[in-house]
């Protein structure tokens, strides 16, 4: 009888724990955490840029029998503007890349030395360069060398006569800047230069021949500073987000 009871009550025990149980909210897996998107600096892009650059035209006028009879600098200055493109691969928090820009430029300056004018100008020039980084985030600081190029023209101007020659140099640049993403796409940038276009030399024997000899020549060394802000498109989908569980 004993036996029959504890049977019994063992019974209504379990059925009332069922019936509990199947009251209770279902256990599920909580949703993946997900994190915000990791922002890289790799790939491709393009912008456009405008800034300010000034430098310095060291001149020697010479003449072979006579020697030099003129010896001095102005500077020339102007504002600058054009477009970028380039590269870049992000490793861990170092950014490696290449670049090329041009410039179309109002860069130019005159002197008078002696019964001469002098002019340089400089409609355009461009670079190809390495670009080296520090990314912190969205914000990247790099430095930036490498080919310069530009295209330079020089005039002379006497009571004698006119002369103008107009030549593409070959030199280098250096320098560096900060870059700031403001999202997956678009960035904002700042940036200093430096470029050392090398020396070249005229020879105006229209207008300083007349008065100084034949066999008159110019040589130059063009050096230039210059600042500029732009801004960048970054091709390519946003970065995928991380996806985390726990």
């Given amino acids: 009888m004993i036996r029959k009871l504890l049977l019994s009550a063992t019974g209504v025990v379990a059925m009332a724990g069922a019936a509990v149980a199947a009251d209770l909210p279902g256990r599920q897996a909580p949703p993946p955490y997900v994190a915000p998107p990791?922002?890289?600096w790799t790939g491709f892009y393009l912008g456009a840029q405008l800034?300010?650059?000034?430098?310095?035209d060291d001149f020697t006028a010479t003449n072979p029998f006579f020697g030099t009879f003129a010896n001095n600098s102005y500077n020339p200055n102007g504002v600058i503007g054009g477009a970028h493109v380039g590269?870049?691969?992000?490793?861990?928090?170092?950014?490696?890349g290449v670049e090329g820009d041009v410039d179309g430029t109002g860069y130019s300056g005159s002197r008078t030395?002696?019964?001469a004018r002098l002019t340089t100008e400089i409609p355009v020039q461009g670079s190809i360069r390495a670009r080296l980084?520090?990314?912190?985030?969205?914000a990247l600081l790099y430095v930036t060398g490498g080919v310069a190029f530009a295209g330079i023209d020089t005039t002379y101007a006497t009571f004698a006569g006119y002369d103008t020659f107009g030549k593409t140099r070959t030199g280098w640049t250096i320098g560096g800047g900060i870059e700031y993403a403001l999202n997956p796409n678009w960035s904002i940038r700042a940036e200093y230069r430096y470029a050392d276009f090398g020396s070249f030399r005229d020879y105006p024997v229209g207008s300083l021949a007349p008065i100084y000899g034949l066999g008159t020549f110019v040589q130059h060394q063009q050096t230039q500073?210059?600042?500029r802000g732009g801004v960048t498109y970054k091709f390519g989908p946003p970065t995928?987000?991380?996806?985390?569980t726990y």
């Fill in 133 to 138: 980084g520090l990314a912190l985030d969205h």
């Fill in 51 to 56: 800034g300010y650059a000034w430098g310095f």
């Fill in 87 to 96: 590269y870049n691969y992000q490793v861990g928090q170092f950014v490696v």
């Fill in 113 to 115: 030395a002696g019964f």
């Fill in 240 to 244: 995928a987000p991380v996806v985390a």
């Fill in 38 to 40: 990791l922002f890289s």
């Fill in 225 to 227: 500073h210059a600042i």
